[in-house]
């Protein structure tokens, strides 16, 4: 039986997952942005929730832990170098560690620089990975907490992740970073393409993510800070120099 992926809006424009595994009965909630809506989603699915999974330490990603906890007694696993700051937790993970979902293996992912001890979570048996602020669609976190040889590091490992992967990041930011992506990067066919689907989808009020790993990297300027093309734009004499011009520019755009 396959996993069962429900998302929804929560707040502004953070987007909720629940993640249930019929086989196991199991559901783990991707960060908790509110609680009350998490638990009225997972209330409407039928599903019990029995994890979270915290991406990183922001408030609009573990606020809703102690409430969800109280309410069905789940697990909370979050990142190690974060766990200061977040509330509830029963496990502390860093990247290369494993966990479960009912029979499916989630492998965690160091993705640090958004804050130090942001984390992924990476499920090859299905092909999916929540990347929480680290990755949007056509764009990257900001670089609050660390540095840009961190990030850029933290970056080539989502990268290095098959093509085919389906990722689902925590905002509804695409249409925002497109705009930035064309400045960037303003002879990519491709990436004009995108931006024009991603203009008719926000135009009818569909969301544009999840997104493919595919896709991003040939569109996603933080994601081709190593290439030449990006590289002769932006300057730097290496990826990390370049990713670094690429999120400084974005933040005063």
């Not at 990755?135 to 990268?159: D, H, N, V």
């Not at 400045?183 to 544009?208: C, F, I, M, S, W």
Request: proline share 6%.
């Amino acid at each position: 039986m396959t996993l069962q992926i429900h998302q929804f809006p929560c707040l502004s424009d953070n987007y909720g997952y629940l993640l249930h595994d019929p086989a196991s009965g199991e559901t783990a909630c991707i960060d908790t942005p509110d609680a009350d809506a998490y638990l009225r989603e997972a209330e409407a699915k039928g599903w019990r929730i029995t994890q979270i999974w915290n991406t990183h330490w922001h408030p609009d990603h573990a606020g809703g832990n102690e409430a969800i906890k109280e309410a069905t007694g789940c697990t909370i696993t979050a990142p190690a170098t974060d766990a200061a700051k977040i509330a509830g937790i029963d496990r502390e993970v860093s990247g290369g560690d494993t966990l479960r979902l009912g029979e499916w293996q989630v492998r965690v992912i160091d993705v640090g620089g958004h804050t130090m001890g942001h984390v992924a979570y990476y499920l090859p048996e299905a092909g999916i990975a929540f990347v929480g602020d680290a990755l949007f669609a056509l764009g990257c976190g900001r670089m609050f907490e660390g540095t840009a040889p961190q990030f850029w590091a933290s970056l080539t490992r989502l990268k290095d992740l098959p093509a085919e992967t389906t990722l689902y990041c925590a905002h509804e930011y695409t249409q925002a970073n497109a705009r930035f992506a064309l400045h960037a990067d303003p002879d990519n066919a491709e990436l004009q393409d995108y931006a024009a689907e991603v203009a008719q989808k926000r135009a009818k009020g569909v969301p544009t993510v999840p997104m493919t790993l595919a896709r991003e990297l040939v569109t996603n300027p933080f994601l081709r800070a190593d290439d030449p093309a990006i590289q002769a734009r932006w300057g730097g004499m290496t990826p990390v120099e370049t990713f670094a011009a690429l999120r400084a520019a974005k933040d005063n755009f």
